[in-house]
Nanobody, 124 residues
Framework: QVQLVESGGGLVQVGGSLRLSCAAS????????MGWFRQAPGKEREWVAA????????YYADSVNGRFTISRDNLQNTLYLQMNSLKPEDTAVYYC?????????????????WGQGTQVTVSS
């Protein structure tokens, strides 16, 4: 079992950048495919990005492709999400998640462990 804790959220202006981190404890992060999701008020949880166990493959939702970068450091047991050119519609609580099964998941039901979330607010 793995425990996940996100950090790095905050208030940023349109066009700004933030880097989210997700620190894992318990089991080594390399055992899991990882993903980032977000949830805005009144909306369903939305997939943002996913990365393979090795970090060699990353996939992105169309809404963030070209602006966000997912990465991982398995030695440091940490997942990252670099967010650039932020827009007001990026405002949400961001969650990291770990997936036991092989492959990359894009639905919340495909992930087994979740962090508590970190708030990102983009002001115009």
């Amino acid at each position: 079992q793995v425990q996940l804790v996100e950090s790095g959220g905050g208030l940023v202006q349109v066009g700004g950048s933030l880097r989210l981190s997700c620190a894992a404890s318990g089991r080594t992060l390399s055992h899991y495919g990882m993903g980032w999701f977000r949830q805005a008020p009144g909306k369903e949880r939305e997939w943002v990005a996913a990365i393979s166990r090795s970090g060699s493959s990353g996939y992105y939702a169309d809404s963030v492709n070209g602006r966000f970068t997912i990465s991982r450091d398995n030695l440091q047991n940490t997942l990252y999400l670099q967010m650039n050119s932020l827009k007001p519609e990026d405002t949400a609580v961001y969650y990291c998640a770990a997936r036991i099964s092989l492959g990359l998941g894009v639905r919340p039901s495909e992930y087994d462990y979740w962090g508590q979330g970190t708030q990102v607010t983009v002001s115009s």
